[in-house]
């Protein structure tokens, strides 16, 4: 945390618990590898007139040494969560091209025409809008009223509610039951990632398949993304803890791939076993198992290695954005997402250092980062400025942002890639 702002160190057990076994296994088998905390919730970006009033957590990552997965032990409530989620994912191209692209894939490969389509924390209707305009039946199940609202003045059929068994029946007797169910990005966020898998379970038809998408541990290891490593990500899974969570639930993996979004996910494919119309098992799943071993997912010294990984790039981007200050550079934010909250609380970056986050997303803008409140602006007041360097929180997003800020890049302004190194580009 900045030594310049005051952040209330919540207490448990109002705010949040820690977790004493495995979200998967349910072994009390975890093993801490990185304390990161006090941190606030990456996401709470809030208004300037309530600076002062964010909470902040601990926050350690620990890896399950029964079934190997990367988990967060405090879990936060949930309320605190998502009540007021600030993230539209329909204001990203490239996530609005990412989720068309899958529901073509789902209708040519899976759907007849009339089938539904289930989609678990529907955000704004980024699947659900593609889905209908292939005449697709799609119903969205999305917790976060302000988002709902979002999907809802778009068209887009939405329901106010957490998954759970119950909320999956009610779904069912309206709808019917689901050939598809997706879960996109939704996977990291649960706790109770049984009573989720069991509801899931619920909506699918007897030949129903479920295909949701995860960010993926392997790529988040390789490449040190600490800065998803927040609150709201209370799993980093892989495919071997996932696989044996579904078998508990007489499911199971047919395909899988690795997909670029988010900087390095999956997408998995899940079916009943004895399904009456059954998919054939790709050659893609046994790969992705023999690949996390070869990567050492299943040692706890790995983790501990990545630990030590990720605070000295911490050290060393800290150090680079306060000798760019230092040497009279201006120096700004692009991107507010829980990466760029990660990132500049991690390295105490205030507006001293960082005056402002450029960011795309209206609702956003106007508020400040929590923590570090480092206020939010739009995309034409840093287009109007004359900033040197712009750190890339959302270097997921490079190619798009470089195509939308080529004068900046014309004019000699640099782009600061926090990972997987801190490098600046052009060099
Ligand atoms: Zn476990």
Do not use: W
Not at 26 to 53: C, V, Y
Not at 56 to 73: D, K, N, S, Y
Not at 155 to 177: K, M, N, Q, W
Request: hydrophobic share 45%.
């Amino acid at each position: 945390m900045s030594g310049t702002t005051k952040v209330i160190t919540a207490e448990e057990p109002t705010h949040f618990t820690r977790r004493e076994n495995c979200r998967i296994c349910r072994q009390a088998s975890l093993h801490p590898f990185l304390q990161l905390g006090p941190m606030p919730l990456a996401g709470a970006f809030l208004r300037p007139q309530d600076a002062g009033t964010e909470l902040a957590f601990p926050l350690t990552l620990a890896v399950c040494t029964g079934c190997r997965e990367v988990q967060t032990i405090e879990t936060v409530r949930r309320e605190l969560l998502f009540k007021d989620y600030r993230f539209l994912a329909s204001t990203t191209a490239t996530l609005r091209n990412h989720f068309a692209a899958l529901a073509g894939t789902l209708n040519e490969r899976f759907l007849s025409p009339g089938e539904l389509v289930v989609d678990i924390g529907a955000n704004d209707g980024v699947l659900l809008k593609p889905l209908e305009r292939l005449s697709v039946r799609a119903v969205g199940l999305e917790p976060a009223a302000n988002i709902a609202r979002v999907a809802r003045a778009a068209g887009c059929h939405v329901i106010e509610e957490f998954l759970s068994p119950a909320a999956a029946g009610r779904l069912v007797e309206e709808y019917g039951p689901a050939r598809v169910v997706t879960a996109c990005n939704v996977f990291a966020h649960i706790d109770d990632m049984h009573e989720a898998v069991n509801a899931i379970s619920v909506l699918l038809r007897p030949d129903g398949l479920f295909v949701c998408e995860v960010h993926y541990l392997p790529d988040l290891v390789e490449t040190y993304q600490v800065d998803m490593m927040y609150h709201e990500h209370l799993m980093h899974h892989s495919l071997r803890p996932l696989a044996h969570l579904f078998a508990t639930y007489g499911l199971e993996i047919f395909d899988v791939a690795r997909i670029p979004i988010h900087c390095g996910s999956i997408r998995v494919y899940v079916q009943r076993k004895g399904s009456p119309r059954p998919e054939p098992r790709s050659p893609a799943v046994s790969q992705l198992l023999d690949l996390e071993i070869r990567l050492g997912l299943d040692l706890p010294s790995t983790f501990d290695a990545f630990a030590g990984q990720v605070l000295a790039r911490r050290d060393r981007l800290r150090q680079l954005v306060l000798d760019l200050v230092e040497r009279g550079r201006r120096v700004v934010g692009y991107g507010a997402s829980g990466r760029a909250t990660m990132h500049l609380n991690l390295c105490g970056l205030g507006p001293g250092a960082i005056p402002y986050v450029v960011d795309a997303s209206p609702e956003r803008q106007g508020r400040v980062v929590p923590g570090t409140r480092n206020p939010i602006v739009a995309p034409e007041l840093f287009r109007a400025d004359t900033a040197d360097v712009a750190l890339l929180f959302a270097y997921n997003y490079r190619s798009e942002v470089a195509a939308a800020e080529q004068e900046f890049l014309a004019r000699g302004g640099r782009f600061l890639l926090p990972l997987p190194e801190p490098v600046l580009e052009p060099r």
